[in-house]
């Protein structure tokens, strides 16, 4: 099983709202990740967890808040975001050092 | 840090023809390398990796050369088919987790 779950699919949110994304892996992956990616550009690397702990986070604004409640699930909590923030939010997860796969991903509107 | 980059932002090929994705890369360190096919509204799909100890690996109907001398990878898929239409991402991983991804380059096969 390859495979990455993200919920939801779509989210439509106002600039005052609080949402989460969830990210699910059952791979026995110890590393699993954040991206963002706009239309008609890569994905961004936002944070790294590696054995739960948070390892790289790459300067990403305070209203994005990661989480990882255990070695299977990945969050990203946000708050008051602006609607530049709109975007394709991936998840993905890996052994440490070795292939990262990724979810579908989470298109987030900011209205 | 790392720097990769895809020659082409698109290519039109006719069903049935090979392809060939090209793509350089800035740092000698990197040591990891993937090819993941992104189509539309869906995350990252692996196709193939490389180790800079290799410099050629297959796949079913792909194949990935490394030329770590000029930092040079290609993606060379055989008998494209309609399927085979999206973007393609190749990227470059140095160190523990850290992926950079070129800019993509976007597959039209032609019926």
């Known amino acids: 099983d390859t495979e990455v779950t993200q919920t939801p699919k779509h989210l439509v949110m106002g600039m005052t709202n609080k949402k989460s994304l969830k990210c699910e892996q059952h791979?026995?992956?110890?590393?699993m990740y954040w991206y963002k990616q706009k239309a008609k550009k890569p994905p961004e690397l936002m944070f790294v967890?590696?054995?739960?702990?948070?390892?790289i986070n790459e300067s990403v604004p305070s209203r994005f808040s990661p989480e990882c409640p255990n070695s299977s699930l990945l969050n990203l909590h946000l708050h008051a975001l602006q609607p530049e923030d709109s975007a394709l939010y991936l998840c993905?997860?890996?052994?440490?050092?070795?292939?990262?796969?990724f979810g579908p991903g989470t298109r987030l509107t900011v209205l | 840090g790392e720097s990769v980059g895809l020659h082409l932002p698109t290519l039109s090929v006719q069903e049935g023809d090979n392809s060939i994705i090209n793509c350089a890369y800035s740092?000698?360190?990197?040591?990891?390398f993937i090819w993941y096919k992104q189509e539309s509204g869906k995350g990252p799909q692996f196709i193939i990796d490389?180790?800079?100890?290799?410099d050629k690996r297959q796949g079913q109907r792909v194949t990935v050369l490394l030329n770590k001398t000029v930092k040079h990878l290609s993606l060379q898929i055989a008998a494209t088919q309609p399927g085979d239409s999206a973007v393609y991402f190749c990227?470059?991983?140095?160190?523990?987790?850290?992926?950079?991804f070129g800019t993509g380059t976007r597959l039209t096969v032609i019926p």
């Open positions: 990227a470059a991983q140095t160190g523990a987790n850290n992926l950079f």
């Open positions: 993905a997860s890996s052994h440490i050092t070795d292939t990262q796969y």
């Open positions: 740092n000698s360190a990197s040591d990891y």
């Open positions: 791979m026995g992956h110890r590393a």
């Open positions: 490389i180790r800079s100890n290799m």
């Open positions: 967890y590696s054995y739960e702990k948070l390892s």
